[in-house]
């Protein structure tokens, strides 16, 4: 009798365990950061992404990630993205201004000792992307600060994934 419900009770916990990694399941399609040389971001160091889209009936979100420390001296960070299709021989360049914070919340990102990391949508809010073609995207990213080379930054990255219905 006691065999068995130790057995039950080893059941439910595998089950519950089953259903939560299930249900957490992740859907990221592609997430990758550089590290910046030095924590020191020279607008000629234009790191490069690449990523395949095999399903364009269904809507993405897109993220540029940063990492920096509390020394990083702006608000925000000006970026042109290159950005080329599977379709195209060059790339499309588009200009950001990402806010990283506000005087009055601070630092707007997750944040450990002195380090930050910002995962800011490059897609609007309530907006759904659909990628037009199905195969490899190339995306490149140049910092355009007027401090040149950009200090304190860590790391630079992009996350695609899949929005959720």
Not at 40 to 47: D, H, L, R, V
Not at 128 to 151: A, C, H, T
Request: proline content about 5%; charged content about 25%; some cysteine.
């Amino acid at each position: 009798m006691k065999n068995l419900k130790h057995n039950r009770l080893s059941l439910i916990i595998v089950l519950f365990l089953l259903f939560a990694v299930i249900s957490c399941s992740t859907v990221d399609l592609y997430e990758k950061t550089v590290t910046i040389p030095g924590h020191s971001w020279k607008s000629g160091f234009k790191p490069a992404f690449e990523f395949e889209i095999k399903d364009t009936t269904v809507p993405y979100r897109l993220y540029f990630i940063i990492r920096h420390n509390e020394k990083y001296n702006y608000n925000n960070i000006f970026v042109n993205v290159y950005a080329r299709r599977p379709d195209m021989d060059s790339a499309q360049k588009v200009r950001y201004d990402l806010k990283l914070a506000d005087n009055e919340n601070g630092w707007l990102a997750s944040g450990m000792d002195d380090v930050y990391e910002h995962r800011i949508p490059l897609t609007p809010k309530g907006q759904e992307f659909y990628f037009k073609k199905s195969g490899k995207y190339n995306l490149e990213v140049e910092q355009i600060m007027r401090e040149d080379p950009l200090q304190h930054v860590f790391n630079v990255g992009f996350r695609v994934e899949k929005a959720n219905p």
